[in-house]
């Protein structure tokens, strides 16, 4: 029951932040997985980043859906973009599934602690594309490609896909309202591929921990996204009333402590 708490706050704290300054759970789910995982004590150090990536991308299943039919109420949702990026995102989830299997915990982890210093550096100096101007919508191959891209990438980190598909779409133009909105509608797909892909591979994985599938933790997911649906409203609310941009700075610190953190693992 105590590792299950862990699991909620996991999610509380997700929930909060992303709606408080619209990060992306993935990037606080992740690490505070690596650190529970750790804590239990009966799961091999080769699984746990593994584990951690997979049941990030399990427990978005649920938030997703909600936070995408909100949008999409509003009209916050470009579906255009989402039925062209939708295919190629879940080509690229499955695709980078099998290559998280063959690949190290140490090699995941410093994938995503690499990530990790974009994001922060992006939020710290605030730093996003420049919108490209007269060329109107990016040509099927493009959209393709970088639907491949931000699947794949997203897969690999356990992340919904926002902190890529949002810049992208800005950058094509589209309004910041609907770039959260279509972004939200599009980290479900991902959400889907790579928790089946992560099932998959890690199905005959050894020395998995009980109520897991392949590399999904059926309780983590369970406890993450119970917590994580009722907290979101809650940093939503406040992001009204508080400074954002000064708490999206200071994040940014957190994220490279964190990222320091998970270097220290992989060499200690």
């Not at 995408?68 to 062209?84: C, I, M, P, T």
């Not at 902190?163 to 909105?181: D, H, I, K, T, Y």
Request: proline share 5%.
């Amino acid at each position: 029951m105590t590792i299950f708490f862990l699991y909620m706050l996991c999610g509380a704290a997700a929930g909060f932040l992303s709606g408080l300054i619209g990060i992306g759970g993935g990037l606080v789910v992740v690490p505070l997985l690596n650190m529970i995982f750790r804590i239990q004590g009966d799961i091999p150090a080769e699984l746990i980043m593994h584990l951690a990536v997979g049941t990030s991308l399990s427990s978005i299943l649920f938030t997703a859906v909600s936070s995408a039919r909100s949008h999409a109420r509003r009209g916050g949702v470009l579906w255009d973009y989402v039925k062209g990026l939708a295919p190629a995102i879940v080509l690229g989830t499955l695709c980078a599934a099998w290559l998280a299997s063959r690949m190290s915990t140490a090699g995941l982890r410093g994938f995503f602690v690499a990530f990790l210093l974009c994001v922060a550096t992006q939020m710290l100096f605030d730093a996003y594309p420049r919108q490209r101007l007269g060329k109107g919508r990016p040509s099927r191959t493009a959209l393709a490609a970088a639907g491949f891209t931000i699947g794949g990438v997203s897969s690999l980190v356990g992340l919904g896909g926002g902190s890529m598909s949002v810049p992208f779409l800005r950058w094509c133009g589209v309004e910041m309202r609907q770039a959260v909105g279509t972004s939200a509608a599009i980290s479900w797909p991902i959400a889907v591929a790579g928790t089946v892909g992560f099932i998959v591979v890690g199905w005959n994985a050894p020395s998995l921990p009980e109520w897991s599938l392949g590399y999904v933790s059926l309780p983590a997911t369970l406890g993450i996204a119970c917590s994580s649906v009722f907290f979101a409203p809650l940093g939503v609310k406040l992001a009204h009333a508080l400074p954002v941009p000064v708490l999206r700075r200071i994040f940014a610190v957190f994220l490279y402590v964190t990222a320091g953190e998970m270097l220290w693992n992989i060499y200690h």
